[in-house]
């Protein structure tokens, strides 16, 4: 168990392109969250998976964001038409939960977004 | 709406000190909360959680204090050491959500430890 995988580490792009990251969990979880960290800010939740439904979608997850998480394993998280407020660190983490209970969430390294 | 507040962005201790890092919050209805640490191009870590119907929680060197009624909470690690040096958030689960995941993250604090 290699914990949490992103990939790219790092995306450099110019405004107006789309870009796609991905996000390979631990692989016995049942859950899959993203979260975007910009400088000096701590994480906050955009959206997340059990399984591979979508239960929740955070208001800061504009229609240029989708992500999917098809077979319940991997994710992708996909901005459209990229602006340069979307410059920010992409984070995946998951975790293992049944219900509305306490759960530890285990990060990637995340992948650093550069629009330019 | 900055639910959960950390005010000092930075804190800097010698080694072998205490370093105790605060944090406030607004929303009464949080009953759980976590203290993650970040090293530089790593994701957050988990460190250390407290439920609300305690008052300290401890793991080695890291407590975690929480004064519900001044809704005020504190990390203290003692005793410093240099590898502690990263940036602290404390988060809370959010308030009658479907998931304990979905947390709100203070701004995080830099702690530097010197040897």
């Known amino acids: 168990d290699t914990g949490v995988s992103q990939d790219p580490r790092h995306k450099i792009t110019k405004r107006g392109q789309n870009v796609t990251f991905r996000c390979d969990p631990i692989s016995e979880h049942n859950r899959l969250y993203w979260y975007r960290q910009t400088l000096g800010q701590g994480p906050e939740f955009l959206t997340y998976?059990?399984?591979?439904?979508?239960?929740?979608k955070s208001r800061l997850l504009s229609d240029r964001f989708s992500a999917e998480r098809p077979k319940g394993s991997f994710s992708t998280l996909e901005i459209q038409r990229t602006e340069q407020g979307d410059s920010a660190m992409y984070l995946c983490?998951?975790?293992?939960?049944?219900?509305?209970?306490?759960?530890?969430?285990?990060f990637g390294s995340g992948t650093q977004l550069s629009v330019l | 709406d900055q639910q959960v507040k950390q005010n000092s962005p930075s804190l800097s201790v010698q080694e072998g000190r205490i370093s105790i890092l605060n944090c406030d919050y607004t929303?009464?209805?949080?009953?759980?909360f976590l203290w993650y640490k970040k090293y530089p191009a790593e994701g957050p870590t988990f460190l250390i959680s407290?439920?609300?119907?305690?008052d300290k929680n401890e793991d080695g060197r890291f407590t975690v204090f929480l004064n519900k009624s001044a809704k005020h909470l504190s990390l203290h690690i003692v005793p410093s050491q240099p590898g502690d040096s990263a940036v602290y958030f404390c988060?809370?689960?959010?308030?009658?959500?479907?998931?304990?995941?979905?947390?709100?993250f203070g701004q995080g604090t830099i702690l530097t430890v010197h040897p």
């Open positions: 988060a809370a689960p959010n308030a009658g959500g479907t998931s304990y995941g979905k947390l709100t």
């Open positions: 407290i439920s609300s119907i305690k």
């Open positions: 983490a998951s975790s293992f939960a049944v219900g509305a209970t306490n759960e530890k969430l285990f």
């Open positions: 998976f059990q399984n591979e439904a979508q239960l929740e």
């Open positions: 929303n009464s209805m949080f009953d759980y």
